[in-house]
């Protein structure tokens, strides 16, 4: 029977162990990365005066100089790729908080001429700065239209409409991107500094920017203005406000979150009547302990004080002081004697009742 070719083509296609390894379009090989990262990390460390090892800089620049007329084969790729690796290891060590791939991005950034370099070094911070220009120039733009005014400000959303409401809307939410980019292009603007940028991470201040204008127009215009009325938040108007919210959208999350907590709280009742009685049942429990040790300690000296009263040896009377100390030390009720056994025949008493017979019948 002929097989289908186009069942074969459907097979070799979902099956991962056959398909052909492709490389990512534009992604370095790992050779490639490994003299470009210990390149730019000798060069950070040199030009910001770090302290490395004279052995591994000549190495390095022996390395960088002769891997192009060096031979192909493969004894002598592995132990030039082998020197390489030890040489990152160093300098990584050498650079550290700073990373390879950061102190890399920069270098390779900063030796690439931008039409709009002078914004930033990599563009993440050229499209944060941008972005901020653009919602500064927003703020002012919608801030000359004769609708912006703290009148229709303070009318808010619901008693407000039409043309008016648009316009002051717009401005708010300029207001709020305006406090949200300047947030997000200071901490980028850090982790440039410090050499530790990752470009993985780029698309999360884009969301950043994204909950600010959301939480910059919640903390203005949803939430009730009372929740503010005892804080230093209460003589700020309404810009201010938007600007605050887009400037920390965790701020307005936590807010959120205790108000919902709020509720939780009138829906299931006042947690701390459950604390109050958990803390006194243990209570209970703790004094009904303590009363049921004394009540042991009790026993074990009326039964040492009919001991007294019967004469015995001054042997048992010790061995029963003994025993009533080292309980009472160790903090344990145990075992008591039981008030109508002999005192030479209790089980408590630490010896046996041969010896006590005999100590009681020695001659005092």
């Given at each position: 029977?002929?097989?289908?070719?186009?069942?074969?083509?459907?097979?070799?296609?979902?099956?991962?162990?056959?398909?052909?390894?492709?490389?990512?379009?534009?992604?370095?090989?790992?050779?490639?990365?490994?003299?470009?990262?210990?390149?730019?990390?000798?060069?950070?460390?040199?030009?910001?005066?770090?302290?490395?090892?004279?052995?591994?800089?000549?190495?390095?620049?022996?390395?960088?100089?002769?891997?192009?007329?060096?031979?192909?084969?493969?004894?002598?790729?592995?132990?030039?790729?082998?020197?390489?690796?030890?040489?990152?290891?160093?300098?990584?060590?050498?650079?550290?908080?700073?990373?390879?791939?950061?102190?890399?991005?920069?270098?390779?950034?900063?030796?690439?001429?931008?039409?709009?370099?002078?914004?930033?070094?990599?563009?993440?911070?050229?499209?944060?700065?941008?972005?901020?220009?653009?919602?500064?120039?927003?703020?002012?733009?919608?801030?000359?239209?004769?609708?912006?005014?703290?009148?229709?400000?303070?009318?808010?959303?619901?008693?407000?409409?039409?043309?008016?409401?648009?316009?002051?809307?717009?401005?708010?939410?300029?207001?709020?991107?305006?406090?949200?980019?300047?947030?997000?292009?200071?901490?980028?603007?850090?982790?440039?500094?410090?050499?530790?940028?990752?470009?993985?991470?780029?698309?999360?201040?884009?969301?950043?920017?994204?909950?600010?204008?959301?939480?910059?127009?919640?903390?203005?215009?949803?939430?009730?203005?009372?929740?503010?009325?005892?804080?230093?938040?209460?003589g700020f108007g309404?810009p201010a406000m938007?600007?605050?919210?887009?400037?920390?959208?965790?701020?307005?999350?936590?807010?959120l979150q205790r108000?919902?907590?709020?509720?939780?709280?009138?829906?299931?009742?006042?947690?701390?009547?459950?604390?109050?009685?958990?803390?006194?049942?243990?209570?209970?429990?703790?004094?009904?302990?303590?009363?049921?040790?004394?009540?042991?300690?009790?026993?074990?000296?009326?039964?040492?004080?009919?001991?007294?009263?019967?004469?015995?040896?001054?042997?048992?009377?010790?061995?029963?002081?003994?025993?009533?100390?080292?309980?009472?030390?160790?903090?344990?009720?145990?075992?008591?004697?039981?008030?109508?056994?002999?005192?030479?025949?209790?089980?408590?008493?630490?010896?046996?009742?041969?010896?006590?017979?005999?100590?009681?019948?020695?001659?005092?």
């Amino acid at each position: 029977m002929k097989a289908n070719p186009a069942l074969l083509a459907l097979a070799k296609a979902v099956r991962p162990d056959t398909a052909p390894e492709v490389a990512a379009p534009g992604a370095p090989t790992l050779a490639a990365q490994l003299r470009h990262e210990c390149e730019a990390m000798a060069r950070h460390a040199l030009q910001h005066g770090l302290h490395v090892a004279p052995d591994t800089v000549a190495r390095l620049v022996a390395l960088l100089s002769s891997d192009e007329r060096a031979g192909t084969d493969g004894a002598s790729v592995a132990a030039r790729m082998r020197d390489f690796a030890m040489i990152h290891a160093r300098l990584s060590q050498v650079v550290a908080p700073a990373t390879p791939q950061g102190i890399a991005l920069l270098d390779r950034h900063r030796h690439t001429p931008h039409v709009i370099g002078l914004l930033g070094p990599v563009p993440l911070i050229r499209a944060l700065t941008l972005a901020a220009i653009g919602f500064l120039c927003a703020v002012i733009l919608s801030g000359l239209s004769a609708e912006v005014s703290e009148e229709n400000l303070e009318r808010g959303m619901l008693a407000s409409s039409g043309t008016a409401l648009l316009v002051n809307m717009l401005f708010l939410m300029c207001c709020a991107g305006l406090g949200a980019s300047f947030a997000t292009l200071f901490q980028a603007h850090r982790y440039i500094a410090n050499s530790t940028y990752d470009p993985k991470f780029d698309a999360s201040y884009g969301a950043r920017l994204i909950l600010g204008l959301i939480a910059g127009l919640i903390l203005v215009e949803i939430l009730p203005a009372h929740l503010f009325a005892g804080s230093s938040a209460s003589g700020f108007g309404k810009p201010a406000m938007a600007m605050l919210g887009g400037f920390s959208a965790s701020a307005v999350h936590r807010l959120l979150q205790r108000v919902v907590d709020s509720l939780e709280t009138v829906v299931r009742g006042d947690p701390s009547a459950q604390v109050h009685a958990a803390l006194e049942s243990q209570r209970a429990y703790a004094s009904s302990e303590r009363m049921q040790v004394q009540n042991e300690h009790t026993q074990r000296l009326l039964t040492l004080q009919r001991t007294l009263d019967a004469g015995a040896s001054i042997d048992t009377v010790r061995q029963q002081l003994a025993m009533l100390t080292r309980t009472a030390l160790s903090g344990d009720g145990g075992a008591y004697l039981d008030e109508g056994a002999a005192p030479a025949d209790s089980a408590a008493a630490p010896a046996s009742s041969d010896a006590i017979s005999a100590s009681a019948a020695t001659p005092r």
